[in-house]
């Protein structure tokens, strides 16, 4: 089939969702949701799986999912009690199932011994007897209907003639059945007279049009077997009265020897261990009874009631890229016509408003389109945690909320990484062993909690943990060791904090099969400011640690302040800016060489000239006369001084490191209404020592500034 | 465009000369975008001296590189008269600024020498070849070198 | 006029290769998602046969097999019932729900064609 590999691919994208809604469903189950539902959609996920993989006959895939779905499918009936330990082995038969969907896909080599060991365990909770009931017969083989019933007359040279007498119950009729394709089929086994049966017949009076009234004689000269003969009626057997005689066999000329033939149900597929893939339901039962159905309770709510779309995401970014340009144009525009200095009539201003207005409305709705659920992400983390606490030795639960949360789904991508090290962590380093717990006097079983939320426009994602919270002492040693700090100076407790985030602060050496922790915490750190967000750390000594992220709700757009530095133009994103001053002489002091803090509520806030910290030539302008931007930073508040402040405005993000590379201290570019490209500061970056990669030319001038300023001041 | 090579074993590559620092260049014109006039560009920090900023590309962010500064000339005073050779090198959009575009060539490979040089110095490491004409030589700027001189920085 | 063909399964795998493999015999296939869709799809389209998976989100094989059966349109249209699940006793369900026939997955194209002209006649 030419479509083959597309249908391939369509597998294996399925098979995305519906490990998705495996693992969501056995969520639901150890939070003990053993609801029919529940397990059901659980059961189908897994069946669904093993349908689809037996089209293109993988093997490995198919007879796990069949065990792991076999063992669903008693706990759906009813026969097996989904216990603690039992849906612990749901869940990592359903890891192993996905590794094995995986490993199908790039057709790789799959962990056998995880498989097996896992395919076993399910085995033995099946019991000796239900283990393997059914042999399946994945390979797609052209399966004859000969295949399935005796071939009586193997032998058989030149022709036989039989006497067919067919009269269809009125069953026959309402399954759908039609008389004459019966009695086409059997021509095409040879050659026919057909009488039939009026007889039956009622007045018009009595004439039932759901009736069956009708019976036919069938004379068939054939060559084909009895078999084949009876094949045609198959699917009608038991629909039917029918009454097939070999009047004459060609060969031996033996006309009635022929032995009783064995019952059909004999043959029937759930007795036979061999069967085809294709199987005929030979079953008598057929009554006008009402059908039984099992699930007779309402269905349940349409989940998937709305039509989707499933778009290739390049064609969406696209979109997002002409829709960002829509934006820089309506901006350019408008500033071209604010240049022209003629004044503008209400109506053109109306108009460039309305043009403003519909090209927000656009791009709104196309980001919504990049956006999705944090779901499938947050149920990957389920994974990664039932493994870490299994390899740590820790007793631990993942808790998720919050994970209709919807995020751009390039932040979504970059965004597992980082969450599958903070997750182990949180559990290798921030859960105490379960004897620990105890004595402390909580739940030998350690809780992580990792919610998403939004919050004022941005995503907020949490990873919580109850245990002993960030050991400080430990963390300034290691601080101390590693050359970071000075062994005698003096750290508030979120300054030790933020030592975590440290390049360096973790080598290769204290790397374990998991992760330390503060393992690549800077590295963590990093990929969320390349996406735009900020991460926190929040502790209690005894009562676990909070380590907060802080996401823009799509890579694409940013609500910036243009700010002035000198003959350059910037932004800096207002998620991080507490405020703007201009600030008054007697709040500024100098604290040791060239360092200036700004007082503000109470605090000391360090200054950091924004030009001066990028290499900008500015001439030097004293301090009282530039702006300071009050912003949070790793927990701690700095004082950013720029020339100015221009407008506030939302800008579209435009990556500087697709073309050229990353530069410390910024996050991306955009391009502003004049067509220029201004550049937009990452504020953790900045407020950080100054990267020590700076080129030397700037760090001279750096300096040579620094005594210009201190003259000037 | 010149009129079909006569050459049939070796085909003739078209390469387009541009002026740096007064002195004769060229560039595979597969590599070449297209070619814009200067504008104003937006100052990178921390960046080597012969990055002279960035641009806007049609919504692209793109590098402007000094091809003078890179080669070990004096920096050029952009005006009006200076053109961005806008290349393309591993889906790396970068512009060249350079004095002027003059014209097509027409080589063909056995009219290219190795250029001697030491592979250190980027003024001779960006050069993969050397063109004699009438009108003297010709080097040849290897885009990816230029590229990879840009991205080695930091 | 090609036969129409309404193929009801909740795997999108399942409905490709159904709608790829019947279109390749020249049937016209509409697909649906489950059984509600099915059902829906079924009074839209009119179709000359059914083939329905049995478990199903939303509304079953049962489900559809009686929405069809106790409706007054079209109701003694072929049903081809098309599941993985080859338990006897699902097939006796089936039967009496008033499937007219039964074909297990993973099914290869000559079966599927030959239950299709066998209770059919196309």
Redesign the interface.
């Known amino acids: 089939m030419a479509a083959l590999d597309a249908i391939r691919a369509t597998f294996f994208e399925e098979c995305e969702d519906l490990i998705e809604a495996l693992n969501e469903g056995l969520g639901e189950m150890a939070g003990g949701d053993h609801g029919g539902e529940t397990v059901n959609a659980v059961f189908r996920a897994v069946h669904s799986i093993k349908g689809g993989a037996g089209s293109f006959g993988l093997n490995d895939l198919v007879g796990f999912a069949h065990t792991f779905e076999t063992v669903l499918d008693r706990i759906r009936s009813g026969d097996l009690e989904p216990a603690d330990e039992l849906i612990a082995l749901l869940q990592r038969a359903g890891d192993v199932l996905a590794d094995l969907v995986e490993t199908a896909r790039d057709e790789s080599p799959f962990d056998a011994a995880a498989v097996s060991t896992t395919s076993d365990a399910l085995e033995a909770v099946l019991g000796e007897e239900g283990a393997v009931e059914e042999e399946f017969v994945f390979d797609a083989v052209g399966a004859d209907f000969d295949f399935a019933l005796p071939d009586l007359d193997d032998d058989e040279p030149g022709s036989t003639t039989y006497t067919i007498a067919f009269a269809p119950r009125r069953d026959l009729y309402a399954t759908g059945h039609e008389p004459l394709v019966l009695i086409e089929a059997l021509a095409d086994l040879g050659e026919i007279a057909v009488a039939v049966d009026l007889s039956g017949l009622p007045g018009i009076d009595a004439f039932d049009w759901e009736g069956s009234y009708l019976a036919w004689e069938i004379t068939l000269v054939s060559s084909e077997p009895e078999g084949a003969v009876r094949e045609v009626f198959e699917f009608v057997d038991g629909l039917c009265d029918l009454e097939i005689t070999v009047v004459r066999s060609g060969g031996s000329g033996d006309a009635t020897g022929l032995p009783e033939l064995p019952d059909l149900d004999d043959f029937a597929p759930d007795d036979a261990a061999d069967l085809p893939d294709l199987s005929v339901e030979p079953s008598p039962a057929a009554s006008a009874e009402t059908p039984a159905r099992e699930n007779a309770e309402p269905a349940p709510a349409r989940k998937d009631a709305r039509a989707t779309l499933r778009v290739d995401v390049d064609r969406i970014d696209r979109l997002i890229n002409t829709v960002g340009e829509l934006i820089i144009n309506q901006a350019m525009i408008t500033q071209r016509v604010r240049e022209i200095g003629v004044p503008l009539t209400p109506e053109i201003a109306t108009d460039l408003d309305d043009y403003k207005q519909l090209a927000r409305e656009v791009q709104e709705g196309v980001m919504g389109l990049r956006t999705q659920p944090v779901k499938q992400l947050f149920q990957r983390m389920t994974r990664i945690a039932r493994e870490t606490a299994d390899v740590a030795g820790k007793s631990a639960q993942l808790v998720i909320e919050g994970e209709e949360t919807e995020v751009d789904k390039k932040v979504i991508e970059k965004l597992a990484d980082p969450l599958t090290h903070m997750i182990r962590n949180s559990i290798d380093h921030g859960l105490e062993v379960p004897e620990k717990r105890r004595e402390a006097g909580k739940p030998e079983r350690g809780t992580v909690k990792l919610t998403a939320c939004y919050k004022s426009g941005d995503v907020l994602i949490r990873i919580a943990d109850d245990g002993a919270g960030l050991n400080r002492p430990r963390i300034r040693q290691i601080a101390i060791e590693k050359g970071l700090i000075p062994a005698d100076v003096d750290l508030s407790d979120a300054e030790i904090d933020q030592l975590l985030f440290r390049p360096g602060f973790s080598t290769a050496a204290s790397v374990t099969s998991l992760s330390g922790r503060g393992v690549g915490m800077d590295v963590v750190r990093t990929s969320i400011a390349a996406l735009g967000g900020r991460i926190s750390i929040a502790s209690t000594p005894g009562e676990g640690s909070v380590f907060s992220i802080l996401l823009p709700l799509t890579l694409a757009v940013l609500d910036g302040m243009v700010v002035r530095l000198g003959e350059e133009t910037m932004v800096v994103p207002i998620a991080c800016i507490e405020e703007a001053i201009r600030p008054r002489k007697d709040d500024l002091s100098r604290l040791g060489t060239g360092r200036t803090l700004f007082f503000n509520r109470g605090d000391y806030l360090p200054v950091i000239d924004l030009a001066e910290r990028l290499g900008h030539p500015t001439r030097a302008k004293k301090l009282t006369k530039k702006t300071l931007l009050i912003i949070q930073s790793n927990g701690s508040r700095v004082a950013l001084a720029v020339d100015g402040v221009v407008d506030k405005r939302q800008v579209v993000i435009k990556s500087l490191a697709k073309n050229y590379r990353h530069i410390a201290g910024i996050s991306a570019a955009t391009i502003l209404g004049d067509g220029k490209v201004a550049l937009i500061v990452d504020p953790d970056g900045i407020a950080e020592d100054p990267p020590s990669a700076g080129s030397m030319r700037s760090r001279t001038e750096d300096e040579t500034r620094r005594e210009e300023k201190k003259d000037a001041a | 465009m010149p009129p079909e090579a006569e050459t049939l074993a070796a085909p003739a590559e078209l390469y387009a000369t541009v002026i740096v620092a007064g002195q004769d260049f060229c560039i595979d014109i597969k590599r070449v975008r297209e070619n814009r006039r200067w504008s ?10 012969y990055l002279m ?4 590309l ?6 402007i590189i000094d091809l003078a500064a890179l080669f070990g000339f004096a920096r050029i005073e952009p005006t009006d008269r200076h053109v961005i050779v806008i290349i393309e090198h591993e ?4 512009g060249l600024a350079v004095e002027a575009v003059r014209r097509i060539l027409s080589v063909t490979p056995d009219q290219i020498r190795d250029a001697p040089g030491a592979k250190r110095d980027t003024s001779t490491s960006c050069i993969r070849g050397l063109i004699t004409t009438d009108g003297g030589v010709i080097r040849i700027i290897s885009v990816g070198d230029v590229v990879s001189a ?2 080695e ?2 | 006029m090609k036969a129409q063909v309404l193929a009801i399964d909740d795997s999108r795998t399942i409905r490709s290769l159904l709608a790829a493999t019947l279109e390749e015999y020249d049937f016209e296939v509409t697909t649906a998602v489950d059984g509600v869709d099915g059902l829906e799809k079924f009074a839209e389209t009119s179709p000359r046969v059914v083939i329905t998976d049995i478990n199903m989100p939303n509304l079953d094989g049962f489900g559809v097999i009686e929405g069809i059966r106790g409706g007054s349109v079209n109701k003694t249209v072929p049903i081809i019932v098309l599941s993985t699940e080859s338990g006897a006793d699902l097939k006796d369900r089936a039967r009496r729900a008033g499937a007219t026939g039964w074909i297990v997955k993973p099914f290869d194209e000559t079966s599927l064609v030959s239950v299709l002209k066998r209770i059919t006649g196309i």
């Open positions: 104003p560009t937006t100052t990178l920090p921390h960046a080597p001296h900023g960035t641009m806007n049609r919504g692209e962010v793109i590098p889906e790396k959009i970068i840009m991205e920085v930091l």
